[in-house]
Structures are given as C-alpha cells and as structure tokens.
C-alpha cells in the first residue's frame, strides 16, 4: 500500500533516545567506577541491590537524566570495551576526581556534527571504536559498520559516559584486515545481504569466518574478566569457538515486523474521500508517500527495514517471505497496531505420527524430505536431530540453527562423560530449562533416568510428546515450574547429587538465586550450563564456585573444567557458551 499526503502532515522521524545510557548519579557514578573491568569488583548481585538502593531527594534532576545501564545489559557491555579502550587506569584517575567529566565531551565534539576519525578497535556487538583526543581528555566514538583501522567520516549523535554514540557517514578508506569475508559485497557482490549497513541484525557480515570465531572466543574471555568475579586462575583458558557447520541459510526462525497504517494517512484518506480537502489538495503541489515496509529494526534509527530476503533463513523461509509479505501488504488497513510475522522453518509432520507405542525411527526417516515454512504459531513444528524426532509449537522456543545442534548435544555429552576418565559416571540428568527437551532427550542413551523442568507449560507439555515419540516415556519426567522447583522432587524419584549430573540452560537473565543456591544443596557430579547470554552466564558460574568453596570449607568445591563458545549465531556477534563445571572432593 502507498499514499501520499502533505509534507506537514507526519513529524519527522525522532532518533530512539537511549535510555540504558543516561549519565549516573554520584553514588552510581561511583558505583560504576567500582563495576570498571578489575578483579575487585563487588559481587554483581550486590551491585544490583546497592544501585536500587541508591539515594533519592537533592539533585534529583540530574539523577533522573544520568541512569546507569543494567548490569549485563548492552549499554553496560559497551561501557566495558569503552572503558578498555580508553585505558582503565585513564578513567579511574577520571572518575577519581568525582565531577562528573566524564560526562563532558571534548570540544569538537557537538551534536550532528561530521568528524574524520581511525577505527581503533571494535566493541563486543560488532561495533568500531575511535579514538579522540583533545586538551588531555580521551574520548571513544561509537560507530556501526566500521572496522579497525578504516578511515570513516561520522555524523555525532549522542554525548555519553566517557564515549559519543554516532551514525557512519562513509567509509573514507577502507582496512581490510578484518574484510574480506564471504559477506564482504565489495569483495563478492553476489554473497552476504544487501542489507548490511541499514540493517541491525548481522554486524560481522564482512569478517572472514575464522575472525568471526575469534571474535567470539574473546567475548566469552572479556565476559569472565569483567563479570564472573574469581580469580584468573580459576578460569580456564577459553577454547576456539565451534564453527556451525552452515554460516548462511541456517536460521529456522524470522520473525519480521510492520507498523499500522499511521493515523495522518488514514484522516487523509477519509478527508479526501469525503471529499472535503478538494481545494486545499489543489493548491498543495508537494507530496509525501507512506509505505508499508515489512522487516527488521534499522540500526540505531527508528522504524522498520523492509526485508525481501535474508541470507542468513533457510531457504524455504524466503521462500515463504514473498507470499507473507504480499498478503500483509494486501490486508495492511485492516491492522490497528503493528504486528509480528512468524517463519518457522519445519518437516512436513510424519505420518501417522510417531507415538509411545511407535515411536520414532530414524532408519526410516527420508532426510530428502522437503522441509515447509510454518506462520501459524499454534501449529506444530517438526525438527530432526541426530536420532531423534522433536516437535513444538511454532510459536515456542527451540535453538534456532539446526545445523549445529548434533555438534552442540554431542559436546555437553563428552563434556559429562569425558573419554577415558575414571571418574564416577552420573546415571541420572536433571535437565534444567529444558524447553521441549533438547538435552534430556539427546543425551537420554546415556542415562537411567531424567528429570526436565521448564516455566512455560507448552515448553513442558512438548517435552513430555517428544519423550513419548522418541519411547522415553518410561524414563523421563517432566514438571512445569520455575527451575528451582525441581529439587524438591528428586530424592523421592531416586536422583541424588552423588549420581547426578545437570544441564543449565537458562533465558538471557540467567539463573535465579534460589535456584543456585538448590543446586549447591543439591550438589551434583557435573554441570554443563549452556547459554545465550555469556555475560550473565559468568556472574552465576563465578558466584557458583565462590560459593562452593565457602561452603565447602576445603572439603569439596566446583572447579570451572572447560569453556567455549558454540556459533550457534553465525554473521551476528551473538554466541552461544558452554561451561563445565566439576565437582571436586568428597559429594
Ligand atoms: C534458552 S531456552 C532453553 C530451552 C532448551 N534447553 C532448548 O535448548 O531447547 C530457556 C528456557 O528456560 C525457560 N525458563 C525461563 N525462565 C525459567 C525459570 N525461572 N524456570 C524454569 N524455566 C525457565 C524458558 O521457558 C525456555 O524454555
């Protein structure tokens, strides 16, 4: 759908303001001094509580406009690199002087204004770090789409702590040190997205894949440097990053967005079919088209990125794109807000389905079968892995990249039973997080008896039909609650921690504290706790082998065995960590 109207009638499109990066209080700014990358970080959660209870009253105003970021949170990963980057003993002796300077751009550095700058570095998300500097004051600029060592032109958009937030005028030189990659257009006009520079989803697209691996091997390592709180000695260094066996098409979700039909359009619709505007319109020459876009958020502006294609779906989600796309924007005025588009990418469902009493068999499971795209997030959703058979509604959570899940399942399987060692095998898996079962029914050859638990009913009522359909029934179990809940249950179902092993498998928040603290009750043999969110995943897997070693008390503590990540996110800067957690002494 297209309309015009007048260039009066819609305000300009306003820059999303960025909450998450507004100036501190003095007792935040304090407390952020304190959150600065260093092995003498009070505990993350303690920082959480101390800034909730930060003091209100007397210069409030200020404290309104300068909020923290949340630990964990983006703006507080950025705040990391920047910090790094300027040097940590240059914005300590800033910080130090407690004047709030560090809020104070240098001259030079006034909004919308366009500077030259080198790229010094790139930031955890992909983004480029420059270096300013004037009267003695260091300053980073933050700009997407940039690489180390490019010359850019940058418009400036928003001062912040420390660092300046700007969008990317031009490259003026490019570096190829980390170009070149099969998503470079320079270099391979026919490979990567089109969309790469408007687009806010895959930042590493240019970076050769090795360096993508890399990259993500240094966030696990800056992750644990500046949240997990323990001592050097107790990280292992990190291994290399798991390659995804596909780097583009893997995506088996997309989920793209639309706005409504906006209010001006529609007054100047109905005005002109009543006929009402007639002489006005006459004498107004300039007008203005309203599209329908259909995709993805923009970076760093607001409003939507319409999307045809996305290299890194799978094939038969754009497929599936053109049609969806077509029949929203056929249907666009019947919308009164925006709304999401669900692919999912799926087998055709087997038939008849495989059941308790037939359950799944792979031998005669055709794998050329043509996969279908799923839009309905009720229906059910079909996915292979390894041997096994696992369904879901479309609309619940499952990992995203097929293509990695043998690997990633296999690898927790190994980091549990370690080839060759003669330590006491686990004969019971508690799967906790456990969503439609991934782990509890992939690595269910391995064990007696599992024990699943997941928040969300669907996620529960999934694994139990997965269990059912694969003939594990008689060996699973599976409660819907929050995943503390599953200790309470287990020594009745004959799980003790002296034969037991886990799978953490949180949400990007992570664990709660109950459930940390059940688990040290708990006390298993191994724990394998994979997650999206590296940074979260540190503070709990620091706080779990602090705790242990208190409570402990030298006779038995975890040691933190092994960590990776798992591309399980190729073109993005996400990544996926495993940490293996063992105990060691007397259970
Ligand atoms: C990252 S997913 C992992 C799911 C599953 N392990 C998999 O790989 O398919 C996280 C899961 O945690 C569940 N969840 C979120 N908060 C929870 C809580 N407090 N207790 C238990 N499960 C929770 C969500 O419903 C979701 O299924």
Same mark, same amino acid.
């Given at each position: 759908?297209?309309?015009?109207?007048?260039?009066?009638?819609?305000?300009?499109?306003?820059?999303?303001?960025?909450?998450?990066?507004?100036?501190?209080?003095?007792?935040?700014?304090?407390?952020?001094?304190?959150?600065?990358?260093?092995?003498?970080?009070?505990?993350?959660?303690?920082?959480?509580?101390?800034?909730?209870?930060?003091?209100?009253?007397?210069?409030?105003?200020?404290?309104?406009?300068?909020?923290?970021?949340?630990?964990?949170?983006?703006?507080?990963?950025?705040?990391?690199?920047?910090?790094?980057?300027?040097?940590?003993?240059?914005?300590?002796?800033?910080?130090?002087?407690?004047?709030?300077?560090?809020?104070?751009?240098?001259?030079?550095?006034?909004?919308?204004?366009?500077?030259?700058?080198?790229?010094?570095?790139?930031?955890?998300?992909?983004?480029?770090?420059?270096?300013?500097?004037?009267?003695?004051?260091?300053?980073?600029?933050?700009?997407?789409?940039?690489?180390?060592?490019?010359?850019?032109?940058?418009?400036?958009?928003?001062?912040?702590?420390?660092?300046?937030?700007?969008?990317?005028?031009?490259?003026?030189?490019?570096?190829?040190?980390?170009?070149?990659?099969?998503?470079?257009?320079? $270099?391979?006009?026919?490979?990567?997205? $089109?969309?790469?520079?408007?687009?806010?989803?895959?930042?590493?697209?240019?970076?050769?894949?090795?360096?993508?691996?890399?990259?993500?091997?240094?966030?696990?390592?800056?992750?644990?440097?500046?949240?997990?709180?323990?001592?050097?000695?107790?990280?292992?260094?990190?291994?290399?990053?798991?390659?995804?066996?596909?780097?583009?098409?893997?995506?088996?979700?997309?989920?793209?967005?639309?706005?409504?039909?906006?209010?001006?359009? $529609?007054?100047?619709?109905?005005?002109?079919?009543?006929?009402?505007?007639?002489?006005?319109?006459?004498?107004?020459?300039?007008?203005?088209?309203?599209?329908?876009?259909?995709?993805?958020?923009?970076?760093?502006?607001?409003?939507?990125?319409?999307?045809?294609?996305?290299?890194?779906?799978?094939?038969?989600?754009?497929?599936?794109?053109?049609?969806?796309?077509?029949?929203?924007?056929?249907?666009?005025?019947?919308?009164?807000?925006?709304?999401?588009?669900?692919?999912?990418?799926?087998?055709?469902?087997?038939?008849?389905?495989?059941?308790?009493?037939?359950?799944?068999?792979?031998?005669?499971?055709?794998?050329?079968?043509?996969?279908?795209?799923?839009?309905?997030?009720?229906?059910?959703?079909?996915?292979?892995?390894?041997?096994?058979?696992?369904?879901?509604?479309?609309?619940?959570?499952?990992?995203?990249?097929?293509?990695?899940?043998?690997?990633?399942?296999?690898?927790?399987?190994?980091?549990?039973?370690?080839?060759?060692?003669?330590? $006491?095998?686990?004969?019971?898996?508690?799967?906790?997080?456990?969503?439609?079962?991934?782990?509890?029914?992939?690595?269910?050859?391995?064990?007696?008896?599992?024990?699943?638990?997941?928040?969300?009913?669907?996620?529960?009522?999934?694994?139990?039909?997965?269990?059912?359909?694969?003939?594990?029934?008689?060996?699973?179990?599976?409660?819907?609650?929050?995943?503390?809940?599953?200790?309470?249950?287990?020594?009745?179902?004959?799980?003790?921690?002296?034969?037991?092993?886990?799978?953490?498998?949180?949400?990007?928040?992570?664990?709660?504290?109950?459930?940390?603290?059940?688990?040290?009750?708990?006390?298993?043999?191994?724990?394998?706790?994979?997650?999206?969110?590296?940074?979260?995943?540190?503070?709990?897997?620091?706080?779990?082998?602090?705790?242990?070693?208190?409570?402990?008390?030298?006779?038995?503590?975890?040691?933190?065995?092994?960590?990776?990540?798992?591309?399980?996110?190729?073109?993005?800067?996400?990544?996926?960590?495993?940490?293996?957690?063992?105990?060691?002494?007397?259970?």
């Amino acid at each position: 759908m297209s309309v015009t109207a007048s260039p009066t009638a819609t305000p300009p499109p306003k820059r999303v303001r960025n909450d998450a990066l507004i100036a501190p209080t003095d007792e935040e700014a304090a407390l952020n001094a304190a959150s600065a990358p260093s092995s003498s970080n009070p505990a993350p959660r303690q920082q959480q509580q101390r800034k909730n209870n930060a003091p209100q009253g007397k210069g409030k105003r200020k404290r309104n406009r300068r909020i923290l970021p949340d630990p964990y949170s983006p703006g507080d990963i950025l705040y990391h690199d920047v910090v790094d980057f300027l040097g940590k003993e240059y914005t300590d002796a800033v910080l130090a002087k407690g004047d709030d300077s560090e809020w104070d751009a240098p001259e030079g550095l006034e909004r919308f204004a366009e500077i030259e700058l080198t790229v010094g570095a790139m930031t955890v998300s992909g983004e480029s770090l420059s270096l300013y500097e004037k009267d003695g004051k260091k300053w980073a600029i933050v700009v997407p789409f940039a690489h180390p060592k490019d010359k850019i032109r940058a418009k400036l958009i928003q001062n912040q702590r420390f660092h300046t937030t700007a969008d990317l005028v031009e490259i003026v030189e490019y570096c190829d040190d980390l170009r070149g990659g099969e998503g470079d257009r320079r $270099k391979n006009p026919e490979a990567g997205c $089109k969309y790469f520079g408007e687009c806010g989803g895959c930042q590493l697209q240019p970076v050769p894949y090795a360096i993508q691996l890399k990259h993500k091997q240094r966030t696990v390592d800056l992750a644990y440097k500046r949240y997990a709180n323990l001592d050097a000695s107790k990280v292992p260094e990190i291994l290399p990053t798991i390659a995804s066996p596909k780097q583009w098409a893997y995506r088996t979700k997309i989920t793209p967005h639309f706005d409504a039909v906006p209010k001006w359009v $529609k007054a100047q619709e109905a005005a002109q079919q009543a006929g009402a505007d007639a002489e006005a319109e006459s004498t107004n020459t300039e007008q203005r088209t309203w599209t329908c876009k259909i995709g993805f958020d923009r970076k760093g502006m607001p409003g939507v990125l319409d999307i045809e294609e996305c290299p890194i779906a799978t094939d038969v989600l754009n497929a599936k794109m053109g049609p969806e796309r077509q029949r929203i924007k056929e249907t666009i005025s019947t919308f009164k807000r925006g709304a999401t588009l669900l692919l999912r990418d799926s087998l055709p469902a087997p038939d008849p389905v495989p059941s308790k009493e037939q359950p799944f068999d792979v031998k005669t499971f055709d794998a050329s079968t043509p996969h279908i795209a799923v839009t309905n997030h009720k229906e059910a959703v079909y996915e292979k892995v390894g041997d096994y058979l696992f369904s879901f509604s479309a609309g619940s959570f499952f990992q995203n990249n097929n293509s990695i899940l043998i690997p990633l399942t296999d690898y927790v399987k190994e980091a549990i039973f370690p080839p060759g060692s003669t330590a $006491k095998r686990p004969t019971h898996l508690v799967d906790t997080y456990c969503g439609s079962g991934l782990f509890g029914i992939t690595l269910s050859s391995e064990f007696e008896r599992i024990a699943g638990v997941d928040v969300s009913p669907e996620g529960i009522a999934a694994a139990g039909k997965n269990a059912g359909m694969n003939g594990l029934l008689d060996k699973t179990t599976w409660l819907c609650g929050k995943a503390e809940d599953i200790f309470g249950g287990l020594a009745e179902k004959g799980f003790g921690g002296d034969h037991s092993c886990i799978v953490i498998d949180p949400p990007r928040k992570g664990c709660d504290t109950p459930f940390l603290e059940q688990f040290l009750n708990f006390k298993p043999l191994t724990a394998v706790y994979v997650s999206c969110n590296v940074h979260t995943q540190a503070r709990d897997i620091g706080w779990l082998i602090s705790e242990s070693e208190v409570r402990g008390a030298g006779k038995w503590r975890y040691e933190l065995e092994s960590l990776r990540g798992f591309d399980l996110f190729p073109q993005t800067a996400h990544v996926e960590s495993v940490g293996v957690l063992r105990l060691v002494g007397t259970n």
